[in-house]
């Protein structure tokens, strides 16, 4: 019965989030520290984890190519198809889910402990307008993110080709460029977009809701983490099903 009352409180808050907007001109500023925070803050680790990762699975897919009739250009089509359709949109997400929603959550929720909320709405603020309505924008960013998460992920798999000698660059940049169908893009984005809301309003949800003190703050993150991260991964079947299958 609470999983049902928390769903019924999470859409309430988000019909919330859109009513009586913060002033323009406090907004603008808000919205600018939070893509800071959220977006330009992740580009760091977004770029080390892809551009190791699509190293990794072009080693392990070229290590089980090992049969001399199998051509060797396969090895960059199954890099771009596990990057593009799965890695970037759905696994990034999930670490940024440890980054983004912990820093979501645990902002909010001390903000909470220490009655900042409290003070917002005393002066007629509307206070989830005001501390989520800027990172559900801001995160709208979130596919520049995993533009670039693709695009070294495919050139991490190129510097494994040519510095592990699995294979030439000719027959990687073949593989890559192999029967590409560019609704996959299109499926990865709209993944990727879905994602970004969930990113934004699951770990601000637990952070504005929470109650208790600071060791009570550090739960609400790790259960906002699980929480998003269940989500991502039941959405991304749901959406896989439904844009994927014919």
């Known amino acids: 019965m609470s999983y049902l009352h928390n769903i019924g409180a999470y ?15 406090v907004m603008r500023t808000l919205i600018l520290k939070d893509i800071d925070d959220l977006i330009i803050g992740s580009l760091g680790i977004v770029a080390f984890i892809s551009f190791f990762v699509g190293g990794v699975v072009t080693i392990q897919t070229a290590l089980n190519i090992d049969n001399p009739l199998i051509p ?25 889910a ?20 409290d003070a917002l709405e005393v002066m007629g603020i509307n206070s989830l307008n005001y ?28 510097a494994a080709v040519i510095f592990g000698g699995f294979g030439t660059l000719e027959d990687y940049i073949i593989g890559i460029q192999m029967d590409f169908i560019p609704f996959h893009i299109i499926y990865a984005f709209i993944k990727t977009f879905v994602f970004a809301f969930l990113l934004a309003t699951i770990p601000s949800f637990y952070g504005f809701y929470m109650k ?24 991304n079947y749901i959406l896989t099903q439904l844009l994927l299958s014919s």
């Open 131 to 158: 501390l989520v309505f800027p990172k559900f924008i801001a995160l709208m960013l979130y596919p520049f993110v995993i533009s670039i998460a693709m695009f070294l992920g495919i050139v991490g798999g190129m």
């Open 212 to 235: 208790g003190g600071a060791l009570e703050v550090g739960k609400a993150s790790t259960t906002s983490f699980v929480w998003t991260s269940v989500v991502i991964i039941l959405l």
């Open 11 to 25: 859409f309430l808050m988000i019909a919330e989030m859109f009513r009586k907007p913060t002033k323009w001109s």
């Open 72 to 96: 060797k250009y396969l090895i960059g089509f199954a890099t771009r198809q596990s990057i593009i359709l799965e890695f970037a949109p759905t696994f990034i997400s999930i670490i940024m």
């Open 98 to 117: 440890g980054k983004v929603g912990s820093f979501i959550t645990s902002s909010i929720g001390t903000m909470r402990v220490t009655e900042q909320i």
